[in-house]
Nanobody
């Protein structure tokens, strides 16, 4: 599977943005899809993930209540709705795919994902 992330941009604090992750080559069926972000000079950090088969989701505490991960079966796409954006959300956002695990919380490390998209820049100005 190949992943393509899109939807980033330059926005002001407090507004919303929706990122998209589209798959080509195969469907997301059977996989866990995650969103990560990496700010300049920082390590890549987990944001949220979703189990394609059940739509179960898991979030990092830093985004819980503001971000929502969802999927569209027909479009074979995963979305990250980001509300109430803050300057500290500024980063390159990546989507990635991983083989299933019993718990979504077991898929919060970047190293547990096998396929990555190219990233999309989100910049939030204050």
């Amino acid at each position: 599977v190949q992943l393509q992330a899109s939807g980033g941009g330059l926005v002001q604090a407090g507004v919303s943005l929706r990122l998209s992750c589209a798959a080509s080559g195969r469907t997301f069926s059977g996989l866990i899809i995650g969103w990560f972000r990496q700010a300049p000079g920082k390590e890549r950090e987990f944001v949220a993930n979703i189990r394609w088969s059940s739509s179960s989701t898991y979030y990092a505490d830093s985004v819980k209540g503001r971000f929502t991960i969802s999927k569209d079966n027909a479009k074979n796409a995963v979305y990250l709705q980001m509300n109430s954006l803050k300057p500290e959300d500024t980063a390159v956002y990546y989507c990635a795919a991983a083989v299933p695990s019993p718990l979504l919380s077991q898929r919060v490390l970047a190293g547990s994902y096998d396929v990555w998209g190219q990233g999309t820049q989100v910049t939030v100005s204050s």
